[in-house]
């Protein structure tokens, strides 16, 4: 029985870039959410 590539080519390395774009995703969300926290805060002062 060969095995031939097939879906799991590369497997480690599709499944850490989607990681990857998560984490990017995750902290433009965080920076944009504090970003705009603290504009609110320092307009209150």
Request: charged share 20%.
């Amino acid at each position: 029985m060969d095995a031939t590539p097939g879906a799991l080519v590369n497997r480690v390395d599709r499944l850490r870039l989607l990681g990857n774009g998560v984490v990017n995703q995750t902290a433009a969300k965080a920076f944009a959410t504090l970003s705009a926290r603290l504009t609110d805060h320092l307009e209150t002062e």
